[in-house]
């Protein structure tokens, strides 16, 4: 209990300290929204008076306040430019962004695990020398080239199989399921593929360091063969800190699904942010910001939790620090 208070403490804390820095980091971009709203040519006092009606000619204390007031009570503002609700606007691209992260997770999960152990019990060494290739090269590639490769390869019009659509999400989002599914299919095997190659040299690693230990030696004289082994207890073993990696992947991954929600025109949270910042609607900006680091915080928090859970040495080691305390 005194574990997950401690954690809940810090998670509060680098919340704050994350807002302080998103608000102060955006107030000294250059360009001025209500600028941008009134045109380049427009007088200064039309100028002034939208940054009235903004509240831009406020203290910064007082803006910063009224932000976190509003942020406490569920109101994320409106948006300068557009005028709607953020929380609104944010809920729509987070109901693309995220299915699509993990839709992109489970194919690096079903791709990365399984190859990570072929490749640590291949029997022919040129077999284990083409899995660390391939983990390598797969690992090394951009998501944008990956991106355009797949469009290449499978999609409709341009690809040389054209069997999925590489543009667009339905307007009517996920009330047609299959197609939205589509739409989806290519950019979450771009990230899938991506990151399974990752969490494969990672997979590959933890197995390799229980090959030779007592455990499996233990497990062997149970009757079970070297292979067996591994899978059977070597992957169980090894799942605290497969979970760690998984968890901190999975927040990584927002950052490769700006670049593949740009690359096929997915109006999600990544393509979202890009747009409202070039337009300097900070507000919007900083509420999405301040959405994907407690994102990120949160994710951390639950791999924090999971990993004391799946792993008991870390309670044992905690409660001889307590009593030695």
């Known amino acids: 209990m005194r574990f997950l208070l401690r954690r809940l ?22 360009g001025d929204v ?4 009134a045109g380049l040519n427009a007088p ?12 831009l000619n406020r203290s910064l204390p007082q803006q910063y306040g009224d932000w976190m007031l509003g942020l406490l009570h569920g109101d994320f503002g409106l948006s300068m430019l557009t005028g709607r609700p953020i929380a609104a606007q944010v809920g729509s691209r987070a ?18 695990i399984p190859l990570g152990c072929l490749s640590l019990m291949a029997s022919s060494s040129r077999l284990r020398s083409f899995y660390h290739i391939l983990s ?29 659509p590489s543009q667009g999400f339905p307007e009517s989002g996920w009330a047609d399921f299959g197609q939205a599914l589509e739409s989806l299919t290519l950019p979450a095997l771009t990230l899938g593929i991506l990151v399974g190659a990752s969490l494969m040299r990672y997979t590959r690693s933890a197995l390799g360091e229980l ?45 490769g699904a700006m670049v593949v929600e740009n690359l096929f025109a ?3 949270l990544g393509s979202g942010l890009v747009t409202d910042l070039g337009n300097r609607d900070l507000i ?25 859970a799946l792993d008991p040495r870390l309670k044992a080691s905690s409660a001889v620090g307590e009593v030695n305390a």
């Open 34 to 37: 209500a600028t941008i709203m």
């Open 266 to 268: 997915l109006p999600g």
């Open 44 to 55: 200064p006092d039309r100028v002034e008076a939208l940054r009235a009606q903004l509240g």
């Open 95 to 112: 109901a693309l962004t995220f299915p699509l992260i993990t839709l992109g997770l489970a194919i690096a999960l079903i791709v990365g």
């Open 136 to 164: 390598i090269v797969g690992g090394s590639i951009p998501a944008l080239w990956g991106g355009l490769l797949l469009i290449l390869l499978f999609s409709r019009g341009v690809g040389l199989v054209g069997l999925l």
């Open 284 to 308: 919007a900006v900083q509420s999405e910001l301040f959405m994907l680091a407690a994102f990120f915080l949160g994710v951390g928090l639950i791999v924090d939790l999971l990993h004391r």
């Open 9 to 30: 403490l810090l998670f509060a804390l680098a919340l704050l300290a994350i807002s302080l820095v998103i608000f102060a980091a955006l107030r000294i971009l250059p």
């Open 211 to 255: 090959a030779d230990s007592g455990w499996i030696d233990m497990a062997r004289a149970c009757g079970m063969t070297h292979n067996q082994a591994l899978v059977r207890v070597g992957l169980r073993l090894a799942l605290p800190q497969l979970v760690s990696v998984v968890g901190l992947t999975f927040a990584e991954m927002i950052t």
